[in-house]
């Protein structure tokens, strides 16, 4: 009988490489991570088959991936873009970003889309994290013990119009609406750093929502929205109510710990479909 | 011969209360100052017959205009949206606190536009400050000696199309786009912040462009957009290569100061026709 095919894992920040990595041993694949320098966490990725390189390195990346029979591949976990200095590609980089061309300088989308069609005419399938990571997305409906009221429906709803027109412009996969309000837009900054602008920005009244969805077109296997307890933590700290994303198409790091935090400090979180709406009428994930 | 009736200025923060009383006083009417306890500048309305008032105290001012004899009225300056509780409305105050409704909690575009409704319906007549600050008003052209090149010019373009959709939903003014890609929009934050976490964000490459519009629907004679010096110089910092705004409907506090602050700095400065995009061949203004 011949060995599965391993599952390749390029890793960035945080604990996900980890969960895939978990994920596709339990359905029985091996697994080898390539860690990216300076993004994927040693504790994480550690007790796997595992090297770490640097972003330019695409040769040696190739080359690993092939050694280790690797033939399914997952890009997960945050990497910032790269200056083109600290960039540093080996041979098989600088080819590489030849072919990215114009996509290096254009949006994310661009860049990751050009990312994962270059490693599929490589030879490679790109998988989702959410291929593996079945119990990190949730279905429509309310995670946990709080409800959102009707003036946190209305905001979401509204969340979800400036979303879509954002993502429309490959710009950001967040917003934050109080009481009708655009308190903060996402762009480059990153959720957490709008969070905190958002509590500095709070109006008086009832605390807003944060709202997170997939940009339209957006490269899913790549860059997938992601919650997780700090995001939470980080969205009670700005005095928002609560947490809204897009069933289906985020990833929850910790499934377990988000909802705990978020009854612990009594806030909401809300999967949605965009097409229903902000509504909760839907039976709980 | 009968006494003009006066001007009065309904003035927030920064210098251009004193610019619109000079304009006004040069047109030979007289000028009367409410200044915005908190935000008007005593060095900027002291010159000038004036009283400090707080934003709540709706009461005190109608009286203090009509007693002045003011039939035009003028609302420059910034000032940030008060609390609920800060406000402290007097009788008048919380008469006119329930005529705005629930414009008290929608955009700014909402309030700003029933204020001025309201006011109307006192019997003022509600001018904008560029009727009297003429000069402060670019045409369309570059002014100063930096012209964009044609990635700044594609910028700008794309910096129009990303403000006019934030428009349309009421989030907010400006963004900062880099090479094509966005890297922050303006919401609540104001444009400062933004403009210092462009700089955080800034992408390898040449530098970005600031664009600053108004909103579809903005009133325009209470929140127009403004460029000053130190909007130039943040700019800079945040490693920008120009700022460029909407002709016509953005007031520059001080025009001369601009031009040498963006020549001193290399930043280019041009006002654009919307409809006609960021080209520059219109004459300089």
Chains 1, 2 share one sequence.
Request: hydrophobic share 45%; with cysteine.
């Amino acid at each position: 009988m011949s060995t599965p095919s391993a599952v390749g894992i390029l890793a960035g920040g945080g604990p996900l490489p980890g969960r895939v990595a978990e994920a596709a041993a339990a359905a029985g694949r091996p697994v080898f991570i390539l860690g990216f320098e300076g993004f994927a966490e040693p504790e994480v990725i550690g007790p796997w088959p595992h090297e770490f390189v640097r972003l330019g390195a695409a040769g040696r990346m190739l080359s690993l991936l092939r050694q280790h029979n690797c033939s399914d591949l997952v890009l997960i976990g945050p990497i910032r873009r790269p200056s083109l200095r600290n960039l540093r590609p080996d041979a098989e980089g600088a080819r590489i970003m030849a072919r990215l061309g114009r996509a290096l300088f254009a949006g994310d989308d661009g860049l990751l889309g050009a990312l994962v069609r270059i490693l599929g005419e490589e030879g490679f399938h790109i998988r989702g994290a959410h291929e593996f990571l079945t119990q990190a997305v949730a279905q429509p409906g309310v995670l946990g013990r709080v409800q959102p009221d009707t003036q946190a429906q209305a905001d979401i709803q509204r969340g979800i119009t400036v979303v879509q027109a954002l993502g429309r412009l490959d710009i950001g996969q967040g917003c934050v609406v109080q009481n009708g309000v655009v308190l903060t837009v996402e762009a480059m900054e990153g959720t957490d750093r709008m969070l905190a602008r958002a509590g500095e920005c709070r109006q008086p009244g009832e605390g807003g929502v944060l709202v997170k969805m997939l940009k339209p077109g957006q490269e899913k296997r790549a860059d997938m929205p992601t919650i997780g307890p700090v995001t939470v933590q980080n969205a009670h700290a700005a005095g928002l109510r609560g947490v809204a994303f897009e069933a289906a198409h985020t990833l929850l790091t910790d499934r377990q710990r988000c909802i705990e935090e978020a009854d612990r400090l009594g806030l909401f979180l809300l999967a949605f479909d965009p097409v229903e709406g902000a509504g909760t009428s839907t039976a709980p994930a």
